[in-house]
């Protein structure tokens, strides 16, 4: 199958996960995951429609947003402090916030820059250590923290649940994250905006839209393996 027919049958799964949980498919946003793919099949989903484009490695954002500007860039996989010079400004959004080393850093290129520098707090739940993100009682301290910055802004959280075959064992992952979402949303802190929540692949974006998720990543059901 093509990219544009996989983008159908995604656009209708999407809106039926949606429905089922009584959700206007409208409020999430696919960002498809273009870090195994070429420019032509990037030029193929944005003619299919699609502007929102994930990579994981700063080099490889920065060379393809260089031939689409006008699509949304975000920067979804691990980010090496050495590495936030080259990024801040060319994102809409970092999703992979995920130790306090690197916010100061995003802060000190924001003001370098004098921009802002929107960004997702990465969380890592119970059971699943070896993924990369702040731990789920390290998220209070950080987002109080976080006041003190002017260029650095937490527009929401993201996750990422171990790879598995059955997608179902996502499912108290996401739903875990999207209560702690709704408890921080609920209450206010300064450079904080509660908007996003970042959780579900391919292997699990329905499930992951039943249980909340504003923002889908989405690889290979649209590129393929
Ligand atoms: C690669 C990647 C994805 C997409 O994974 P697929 O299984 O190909 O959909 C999503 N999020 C992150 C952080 C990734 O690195």
């Known amino acids: 199958m093509g990219i544009a027919e996989n983008i159908n049958g ?30 032509e099949a990037v030029r193929e989903a944005m003619a299919a429609g699609l502007n929102h484009f994930g990579e994981n490695r700063v080099q490889e954002l920065k060379f393809k947003k260089g031939h689409f500007p006008e699509a949304h860039w975000h920067m979804i996989g691990r980010l090496q402090t050495n590495k936030v010079k080259d990024v801040v400004g060319e994102t809409v959004l970092i999703h992979s916030l995920d130790r306090w080393a690197l916010a ?30 702040v731990l789920a009682a390290d ?9 003190q910055f002017k260029r650095l802004k937490i527009m929401g959280l993201m996750t990422m649940a171990p790879l598995s075959e059955d997608s179902e064992k996502s499912r108290p992952i996401f739903k875990e994250l999207h209560e702690i979402y709704r408890c921080y949303k609920s209450r206010t802190y300064h450079n904080v905006d509660m908007k996003h929540l970042s959780m ?24 393929g393996e």
């Open 10 to 39: 995604l656009r209708s799964r999407i809106a039926q996960a949606a429905r089922r949980s009584g959700r206007d498919p409208g409020e999430i946003t696919l960002v498809a995951v273009s870090k195994t793919v070429g420019l």
């Open 139 to 147: 998220i209070e301290p950080f987002l109080k923290s976080a006041g």
């Open 104 to 133: 100061e850093e995003l802060e000190r290129r924001g003001a370098n820059l004098e921009i802002e520098v929107p960004a997702l707090l990465q969380v890592s739940l119970a059971g699943e250590e070896q993924k990369a993100g």
């Open 200 to 223: 579900g692949m391919s292997q699990d974006f329905e499930i992951a839209i039943e249980e909340g998720a504003t923002i889908i990543r989405v690889g290979t059901a649209l590129f």
